[in-house]
């Protein structure tokens, strides 16, 4: 003998929630019925870095994060494999909230010896950009400065270094 299911209940008045009150589109809600396939993610670092969204790098500190986001930034400049994946060319943005202007020449400087390469590098050449702030990213003048540089020099990618020093944290308190 086949399963006999339960009859689906009718839902009464208060229980029924009209159309009307549904969220309007572009809110935090939908239907089901009214999701579509969104397009194909693009990706700067494929499969790991992708473009339009905000990605972050944590470790403890001193193990080596701003290397690494200084190699990144330079593989994507040149549009070369990052740590084996395909690339998007574009310009790179590093904003540095954590080290000093020289400690942070050295650092590229280093990491550019290693790939047999100088600041001047044809492939760096408007492809690289460094700022250092004067105002925290969560103020308003901080913030407008970023975005001012990003649309000036038509950056791909932003690189903040550190994120907690950025938003106006101490370097003591974003140990804690």
Same mark, same amino acid.
């Given at each position: 003998?086949?399963?006999?299911?339960?009859?689906?209940?009718?839902? @009464?008045?208060?229980?029924?929630?009209?159309?009307?009150?549904?969220?309007?589109? @572009?809110?935090?809600?939908?239907?089901?019925?009214?999701?579509?396939?969104?397009?194909?993610?693009?990706?700067?670092?494929?499969?790991?870095?992708?473009?339009?969204?905000?990605?972050?790098?944590?470790?403890?500190?001193?193990?080596?994060?701003?290397?690494?986001?200084?190699?990144?930034?330079?593989?994507?400049?040149?549009?070369?494999?990052?740590?084996?994946?395909?690339?998007?060319?574009?310009?790179?943005?590093?904003?540095?909230?954590?080290?000093?202007?020289?400690?942070?020449?050295?650092?590229?400087?280093?990491?550019?010896?290693?790939?047999?390469?100088?600041?001047?590098?044809?492939?760096?050449? @408007?492809?690289?950009?460094?700022?250092?702030?004067?105002?925290?990213?969560?103020?308003?003048?901080?913030?407008?400065?970023?975005?001012?540089?990003?649309?000036?020099?038509?950056?791909?990618?932003?690189?903040?270094?550190?994120?907690?020093?950025?938003? @106006?944290?101490?370097?003591?308190?974003?140990?804690?």
């Amino acid at each position: 003998m086949g399963r006999v299911l339960p009859k689906a209940r009718t839902p @009464g008045r208060a229980e029924q929630r009209p159309e009307k009150n549904l969220p309007a589109k @572009g809110r935090n809600r939908y239907r089901y019925g009214d999701l579509r396939t969104p397009p194909p993610l693009l990706w700067i670092v494929a499969g790991f870095l992708p473009q339009g969204f905000i990605t972050l790098l944590t470790a403890d500190g001193g193990v080596g994060k701003s290397f690494l986001a200084i190699y990144l930034a330079i593989m994507v400049c040149l549009g070369c494999p990052f740590l084996g994946l395909g690339t998007l060319r574009g310009r790179v943005l590093y904003v540095d909230y954590d080290l000093d202007e020289d400690e942070q020449k050295l650092r590229v400087w280093r990491v550019l010896a290693g790939l047999n390469m100088t600041p001047d590098d044809p492939g760096l050449v @408007g492809q690289f950009y460094y700022y250092r702030p004067r105002h925290s990213l969560s103020s308003e003048a901080g913030h407008d400065e970023v975005v001012s540089i990003i649309r000036e020099h038509e950056i791909s990618l932003v690189i903040l270094d550190s994120l907690s020093i950025g938003l @106006g944290r101490t370097r003591r308190a974003s140990r804690t």
